[in-house]
């Protein structure tokens, strides 16, 4: 079974950090997109991060110079730091194109959101 599972948040003062965890287990041949989201109550899920298998990133605006996305292979990291009230959310991570070794292509897999919160 393929499926994304994440760890590492928690709650952290604001100017703190956090690193975020997601690997996709399974029978994985490659993952083309794998990347963070987040989603606050009465909000639609944000895009935060995502890291190609070509080596492409790229972030939102408003994580720039603070948050680092980074892959080994099946696995994807969010070092997040100078923390902020406002990134206070559910993060979830996605892959996009996930091909198995059985040649099976999923399009889109989801974690089940890991919760952040930035507070003093």
């Known amino acids: 079974q393929v499926q994304l599972e994440e760890s590492g948040g928690g709650l952290v003062q604001p100017g703190g950090s956090l690193r975020l965890s997601c690997t996709c287990s399974g029978s994985i041949r490659n993952i083309d997109v794998m990347g963070w989201y987040r989603q606050t109550p009465g909000h639609e899920r944000e895009w935060v991060a995502t890291a190609t298998r070509n080596g492409r990133i790229d972030y939102v605006d408003n994580v720039k110079g603070r948050f680092t996305i980074s892959r080994d292979k099946n696995t994807v990291f969010l070092q997040m730091n100078s923390l902020e009230p406002e990134d206070t959310a559910v993060y979830y991570c996605?892959?996009?194109?996930?091909?198995?070794?059985?040649?099976?292509?999923?399009?889109?897999?989801w974690g089940q959101g890991t919760l952040v919160t930035v507070s003093s």
């Open positions: 996605s892959a996009k194109r996930v091909t198995t070794t059985y040649n099976y292509r999923y399009i889109e897999l």
